[in-house]
């Protein structure tokens, strides 16, 4: 077969086979969805008509326990009319032990009313009761209070409103009571409703999807959800249409395509050979003006110009090479460390030709530790290559480990190792190491990441990290001017690591006490107004415990300053000790700290409280005396707790509640908690019924609406927190 027969062929089959393959799949795809999104708005409904239903059963038993609640058998006719007032029900009926009627609100509606409990309903459902023992003080049964709510064409109407689907109600026999659907749909609606079997979703003639829904326990209605169809008409004529139009118009601009290229692509074939084999002076004839005339000038162009590229490439580089250290003194004066090292990492791949390579940083353990990485794909010694911080090479190990120990670059071929090293795999290298700059003093410790410890050897060549590339293209090796280039960009990344340490432990001394290592009064102010909003957001409370050690003025004047320093960071670990991560413990001034909780109640926060007295007040902190010897100093503390919102409306009230009760404390007599006193309640007099059990405007009862929210007993939320800073633990 020709060329021109196997371009057609070819085109034919790659543009056909879709084609065919598409219009089956979307004709397939859609009806699937099609059934599978009304079966899914079906599931919603149903689950959203048991919850509703749920709901109101939930209120009605609220509104009936209200009633059976009133101990005065006179008040009894009275709560039942209140609770009909409130909406809480349409109609309250108190029963005796013989069946006797002895007081019903008027209006209710008809009877027999469905009780609740029951698993199905026994006939035509006219309401929904919840009833609920009536009984003495002394236990002895009095009868039962039911309380009712009418089941009627706006009850099914509002169903429909929440689900957003057709509703309709049977009676026992199987026939409609109430129904939102249309009369030309009913019949076909109620036919498949028959063979709908549990939650098997059917469909009717006409498109639509029917799925019924109880009778069942806790909803004894006996209801049918319905949904139309979205699946357009004349789906699979118009897919039909398209298939044949597309045939037709594939033929042809095969043919035209096959006719028109062949002849210029063997004569671009067989340029492009001779310029493989070296010859930048093949040109290809331009013989039209289209895209293969103009992709044949190209050609011809780029063969002229690839010469003076290739000349004009080493003069480029050195000039790149200038350009890039104007880059990076510009670079060094950032903050953001992770984007200066991905744009040192990138221009020095770009500078010196490499395929790949990757920036590490010594952690505290003696390990380099991945920064971030370019080119690495198929090249990465672990399982997840998305992640820098996976690439470890232990300090010593391998190619890397032996530069970041010894402070001396290496470059050459690779030379795989019979233990593995962690290292990515390659054919050439050439690794340099970074350190501070001259004079910088190590900031941190063996806690602050990318640090090593003291007894590394990294240390003592004052290492901080190492840039390495890998591969040239045409496996070349990295050559000296590489090596100069690359420690160049290393010097960058050195002063960048310094500047952001430097910078970050500023923001740290500008924000913590410097003695005890707690945060400081400003980062407090920050704090209060932070957490506030949150528990404001969020509807959650904030314990705040104002603190003060007792007749600390006595321990600097018996014992010294210096003791009463020790005291100070004694006590502030202590504090530290006994509180969550998500707490902030500050040191206002002097022998004054706060600590706040946030998601915790008053009970949780008098349990903090006491247990961060029993802590202070059972081991006396051992100082050095005026004569060497190690002293017990006893210690106490008073504490102030307030709530917030209980005792203030923002940040400054509920600091000042809590410095109130922080002073109650030490007039009590010290060494002990008080509360802070919260506002006087406005008195009332209601009749207690479940305030969550209140209906929502247009009647019908939301999801989760019927349950009341439980009262904190204490401790924190067992929620998520947010996360914290925990510097100072």
């Known amino acids: 077969m020709t060329l021109r027969g196997r371009l057609t062929a070819a085109f034919l089959t790659v543009v056909l086979g879709p084609v065919l393959l598409g219009a089956f799949f979307v004709?397939?795809?859609?009806?699937?969805?099609?059934?599978?999104?009304?079966?899914?708005?079906?599931?919603?409904?149903?689950?959203?008509?048991?919850?509703?239903?749920?709901?109101?059963?939930?209120?009605?038993?609220?509104?009936?326990?209200?009633?059976?609640?009133?101990?005065?058998?006179?008040?009894?006719?009275?709560?039942?009319?209140?609770?009909?007032?409130?909406?809480?029900?349409?109609?309250?009926?108190?029963?005796?032990?013989?069946?006797?009627?002895?007081?019903?609100?008027?209006?209710?509606?008809?009877?027999?009313?469905?009780?609740?409990?029951?698993?199905?309903?026994?006939?035509?459902?006219?309401?929904?009761?919840?009833?609920?023992?009536?009984?003495?003080?002394?236990?002895?049964?009095?009868g039962t209070v039911a309380a009712a709510q009418p089941v009627?064409?706006?009850?099914?109407?509002?169903?429909?409103?929440?689900?957003?689907?057709?509703?309709?109600?049977?009676?026992?026999?199987?026939?409609?009571?109430?129904?939102?659907?249309?009369?030309?749909?009913?019949?076909?609606?109620?036919?498949?409703?028959?063979?709908?079997?549990?939650?098997?979703?059917?469909?009717?003639a006409d498109g639509r999807y029917v799925r019924r829904v109880g009778p069942s326990p806790g909803q004894p209605l006996p209801l049918v959800l319905s949904v139309p169809g979205e699946r357009p008409p004349g789906l699979y004529a118009a897919l039909v249409g398209a298939v044949v139009l597309a045939a037709l118009l594939a033929v042809l601009a095969a043919w035209r395509l096959a006719r028109v290229t062949t002849r210029p692509l063997v004569e671009l074939a067989g340029a492009v050979d001779r310029v493989a084999h070296g010859d930048l002076t093949a040109r290809v004839p331009v013989r039209s003006r289209d895209e293969i005339g103009r992709l044949a000038g190209a050609f011809n162009r780029m063969t002229r110009e690839t010469g003076s590229y290739v000349a004009a490439l080493t003069s480029s580089r050195d000039q790149l090479r200038g350009h890039l250290t104007v880059l990076g003194d510009t670079l060094a004066s950032t903050h953001d460390l992770q984007r200066i090292l991905r744009v040192i990492l990138h221009s020095a791949i770009a500078a010196t030709g490499a395929r790949a390579g990757a920036v590490l940083l010594l952690d505290g353990d003696g390990v380099l530790v991945g920064q971030c990485v370019e080119g690495l794909d198929g090249r990465w010694p672990s399982e997840d290559p998305a992640d820098p911080a996976t690439l470890r090479v232990p300090v010593g190990a391998g190619v890397l480990g032996t530069v970041a120990a010894t402070g001396e670059p290496l470059r050459g071929r690779w030379e795989p190792a019979e233990q593995p090293t962690g290292e990515p795999s390659c054919e050439t290298y050439v690794a340099v190491p970074f350190a501070a700059p001259r004079g910088a003093e190590p900031r941190g410790g063996p806690d602050r990441p990318g640090h090593p410890p003291a007894d590394d050897d990294a240390t003592e060549c004052g290492a901080l990290g190492v840039l390495a590339l890998y591969d040239r293209p045409g496996a070349d090796e990295f050559d000296d001017g590489d090596l100069v280039t690359l420690r160049t960009f290393a010097g960058h990344a050195a002063v960048a690591v310094e500047n952001v340490r430097v910078h970050e432990e500023a923001q740290r001394l500008s924000l913590t006490d410097p003695l005890t290592g707690l945060w400081n009064y400003r980062y407090l102010r920050e704090s209060i107004r932070r957490e506030v909003e949150r528990a404001n957001r969020f509807g959650r409370m904030l314990s705040v415990l104002a603190l003060d050690l007792d007749r600390f003025k006595d321990v600097n004047d018996t014992w010294g300053h210096a003791a009463g320093d020790a005291v100070l960071v004694e006590f502030a670990r202590r504090v530290r000790g006994e509180i969550r991560e998500v707490d902030l413990a500050f040191r206002q001034g002097g022998e004054e700290f706060v600590v706040l909780l946030p998601e915790t109640d008053a009970r949780g926060a008098t349990i903090v409280a006491e247990r961060l007295g029993s802590v202070v007040r059972d081991q006396p902190v051992r100082v050095e005396g005026h004569t060497g010897e190690p002293i017990a100093v006893p210690v106490t503390v008073s504490i102030g707790i307030a709530v917030y919102p209980d005792h203030a409306a923002g940040g400054q009230q509920v600091l000042d509640a809590a410095d109130d009760a922080l002073y109650a404390a030490k007039a009590a007599g010290r060494d002990g908690y008080r509360l802070a006193r919260a506002p006087d309640p406005v008195p009332t007099q209601e009749i207690p019924v479940v305030a969550a059990a209140v209906s929502p405007p247009d009647g019908l009862p939301r999801a989760g609406a019927g349950d009341a929210a439980p009262v904190a007993q204490g401790g924190a939320s067992s929620g998520p927190h947010p996360p914290r800073q925990s510097r100072g633990r």
């Open 27 to 142: 004709g397939s795809t859609l009806s699937a969805v099609d059934r599978g999104r009304a079966t899914e708005r079906l599931g919603l409904a149903a689950a959203g008509v048991r919850t509703s239903v749920d709901a109101l059963c939930q209120q009605l038993r609220a509104a009936a326990d209200a009633v059976a609640l009133v101990a005065d058998p006179a008040a009894r006719p009275r709560a039942a009319d209140q609770v009909v007032g409130r909406g809480l029900a349409a109609a309250v009926q108190i029963v005796d032990t013989t069946g006797r009627t002895s007081y019903a609100t008027l209006g209710g509606p008809a009877g027999p009313w469905q009780d609740c409990a029951a698993d199905a309903a026994t006939g035509p459902v006219r309401a929904l009761a919840a009833r609920v023992r009536l009984r003495d003080p002394t236990g002895a049964d009095l």
């Open 152 to 204: 009627d064409p706006a009850f099914v109407a509002r169903l429909a409103a929440v689900t957003g689907v057709g509703v309709t109600l049977l009676d026992d026999p199987g026939r409609i009571t109430h129904t939102t659907e249309d009369r030309e749909v009913r019949a076909a609606v109620l036919a498949a409703a028959r063979e709908a079997d549990g939650d098997r979703v059917t469909d009717t």
